[in-house]
C-alpha cells in the first residue's frame, strides 16, 4: 500500500505536469520546442486562442492570402492548399501552406481603363480546425502571404427534425 502512494503521487504529477506544458505559456518556449523551425522563404505563423467556456462548440478556419492588385471584377484565388501535417514524436498537428506560381479568375470582360483595387486573395480557407486552447494553431506560410482566421460557433439552442 506505501507502494502506491508514491505511484499515485507521481501519476499525478506526470499528468498535471504535462498539462501546465500545454498551457499558453506566458514564455513560448515551452511550445517552440515540439514544431519545426521555418524553412528558408517560409514563415512560422503562430495563433494563441483564449479559452472558452465550452471549446467544443468552437471551430477556426484558416484563410492564407496576400493582398494584390486586380481588376475588382472578377474572382481572384491562388492556386495552392493548406495541408494538415503531424509535429513527430509529439502527437500535435501544424498547417502548411503549399502555393503554386499565378492566380486563377473569371474572365468577365472589364473596362481597360476601369482602376485597379487592391484585393485579399485566398487560398480556398481551410477548416474548420478545432478549438483548441491549450495549444497554439501552428501555421507555415510563404514569405510575403498572411494567416488570417475566423470563429465558427455553434448555437446553443438545437433544433428537432421533423419526420416527412
Known sequence: MLRLLPLGFLAFVAFFGAASVHARPDDDSHWQKAYPAAEKGMKRIVIHLDAQKDEYSWKVELIVGKTVETDGVNRVALMGKLEERPVEGWGYTFYRADIKPGMISTLIGVDPNKP??????TLMPYGPVRYNSRLPIVVYIPE????RYRFWKAEETTRTGEEG
Open 116 to 121: 485597379k483595387v487592391q484585393q485579399f486573395v
Open 144 to 147: 510575403g502571404y498572411e494567416v
